[in-house]
Structures are given as C-alpha cells and as structure tokens.
C-alpha cells in the first residue's frame, strides 16, 4: 500500500475552485485553499468578520501542513463557533482573553505564517499579552521585533521603547544575554526590572550598555583549558616564531598578550592543517576573537565548526566584545550619534565576528 493521504493531499486531488481577483488580493497565498472551502465567489468568507477570516487562514495553513487531520470542521468554527471556543482552537487549548478583539485589529489583507506564529506565541506569554491587548492596531512587523527578544524582556515598558530597526533589537537581545553572562542569572530579575523603568528608547538601550560594564575593575582571567593539542603561545620568542610562520601581524598584540587581555594558540592537530587561534577578554569573559590558517588563509566551514565546538565546549564564547555592542547600543537609538553600524551577520560564520581583535 502507498503511504497514507494527509488532510492536505486528499483537498489536492478535490475540484478547486477557482480563487477570484478580489479574494486573491485579500488572501494572497492563503487564496487557493480558502477557495476550497468557500467557493467562488466566497461570500460565505468575504463576508466574515476580519478576525475570523484570519482564523481560518490561520487553520487552514495549519492543516494543510499536519501529517495528521485535527478533527476540526474548519468552516463550522470560524463561521459559528464562540469567540471564545475559535480562541481556544486557534491556541490548541486554554487561550487568553482578547484573542478574536487582536485578530480583528491586525487588517484585512491576511499575514503569512510566520507572522501568524508569532502572533499566537506572543498572546500565550503573560506579559506580551498585556501589551498586544492595548495596541490599537497589530501589525507583524512589530510583532516579528518583539519576538526576536527573551520571553523575559517581553515586558511593557520594555516593549513600548523597543526602536523599529530589528539590528537594533537583536542587539538588545544580545546585551541582555552577555549582561547575565557579566553579572549571573541570578541579576536576571534586576537587569529586566531596571529596563522596564525606561522612559525612552534612548534610555534603555543607555541601560543596557551600562548593564555590560563589570561591577569590578582590574580583573583578569586565566584563559580556559584546552585541549593539548592547543599550544599557548608564553614567550615572545614564541610569539615571532609563530608571526613568521603564519605570515601575519601577531606581533602588533604583544602588549595586550602581556597584560593578559589576548591569548594566542598554535593548533596542531594532525588530521587538519594547522591553525593560529587568538582569544580576547572583555567583561563577559573570554572569547574567539579569530582563527586563521598560514597567511591568513580562512579555514573551511567544517574545519572552523569543529574548532568552535571545541573551544565553546570549554567556556569560551563566539561574537562580539561587550564593548562594541555597548558602543553601538547608544548609537542605534540616537539622532545625534546614530544610525549605528553593524556588521554583515547573515550567516553563520558571520555571527562568529572573528577579525574583531582590536577592542
């Protein structure tokens, strides 16, 4: 026997009907499957209002991609069921008040499906929820900038400060981890409670630059153990021997390698070419500040993976140095300063921010 027919194979092989211009420009990429359910001319849709015609696309997307059929008569539901009842069914259990009151205030035009996850993520988290309930309109630009923040910051005077570049708030986020990381989980509560009493955007992410500086001056770690296949470099002997034999510029450092702000590595592991490794500190600790092979060559992205595995293993961290994401925090939300620059982190190997020596 052939595999079994999902929900969404078996309304593949039903006769379509055919979505018209007015539901296509409503609808968009929902308008096909909504046309199998409201035949042309889908007045039966168009005539519902706009938070159930969201439901549906937010159904309707949902069993078209389950391998399994939820049992839910979708047109009974959004055509008759309880505002609260579709609630429940759209949230796949118990669902908070104002669900159906947000739909009808996000537009006409449906979202995609992403937007719509992030819309019912958000409404599940307890304090998101207190500000989605007092937007007078949703929209899933804003949304996709809250969710890209812990659940924690997702407070209302944290998100009612929240800048509209999404660099901006992924660097807030990224702040807010390094801050944890600098002064321990335990400040969490703190570090959040301090933010939400921001009255400006300019002064949260102020706050949130400072929440990167340490409680302490002066202190200076040891860098972390390493496999023995990771020579430190001690000497400055060493340290030339190695310039000359990768060909490039280590020597420029030996001030921050003697008050021990740098460590430098010569990775020698037989199965790979040889690598030199530069680790810098900063108040959240350590971290890859670069890894080159001879002549700055760049290692292949499954020799590079496997060294970050290693090294992140042993508590070094990956990215930028708190001091330039402090920098940046008040260049983003300043008219005088701003637009912050940020560096090209699309990819993998482009959020690792290795080259980042000087800081």
Request: aromatic share 6%.
């Amino acid at each position: 026997m052939g595999a079994p027919m999902t929900r969404a194979g078996v309304l593949l092989f039903g006769k379509p009907s055919a979505a018209t211009p007015l539901l296509g420009h409503v609808a968009g990429l929902h308008a096909e499957r909504i046309a199998r359910f409201w035949p042309a001319p889908h007045g039966g849709f168009l005539t519902l209002p706009t938070a159930r015609r969201h439901a549906a696309a937010i159904l309707l997307e949902r069993r078209w991609n389950s391998s399994a059929d939820d049992g839910v008569d979708i047109v009974h539901a959004v055509e008759r069921a309880r505002d609260a009842d579709l609630a429940r069914i759209l949230m796949g259990g118990e669902a908070p008040g104002g669900l159906m009151k947000a739909l009808g205030r996000i537009g006409e035009t449906l979202w995609d499906a992403a937007a719509y996850a992030n819309l019912l993520k958000l409404f599940a988290d307890p304090e998101s929820v207190k500000v989605l309930r007092h937007m007078p309109r949703i929209e899933a630009a804003r949304l996709g900038l809250i969710a890209k923040i812990p659940a924690a910051l997702r407070v209302p005077g944290i998100l009612a400060n929240l800048p509209h570049r999404p660099e901006a708030v992924e660097d807030l986020a990224e702040a807010y981890a390094l801050a944890l990381q600098i002064h321990g989980s335990g400040e969490a509560a703190r570090i959040v409670q301090r933010w939400s009493r921001a009255t400006s955007p300019l002064a949260l992410f102020d706050m949130a630059a400072e929440a990167l500086q340490p409680d302490e001056f002066g202190l200076v770690l040891a860098p972390p153990a390493l496999p023995d296949w990771f020579k430190p470099v001690r000497t400055r002997k060493a340290l030339n021997e190695i310039a000359l034999e990768f060909r490039n510029c280590l020597r420029d450092f030996s001030a921050d390698l003697a008050m021990g702000r740098m460590a430098v590595y010569a990775v020698r592991k037989s199965s790979s070419p040889p690598v030199v490794m530069a680790l810098r500190q900063d108040a959240a600790g350590w971290r890859l500040a670069e890894a080159l092979l001879r002549n700055n060559d760049d290692l292949s992205d499954a020799h590079l993976r496997s060294l970050v595995d290693v090294v992140v293993a042993s508590g070094i961290r990956t990215g930028e140095s708190a001091w330039k994401l402090a920098d940046r925090l008040h260049n983003h939300v300043c008219p005088d300063c701003g637009p912050a620059h940020v560096p090209p982190r699309n990819t993998w190997r482009e959020r690792l921010a290795l080259g980042s020596l000087w800081d």
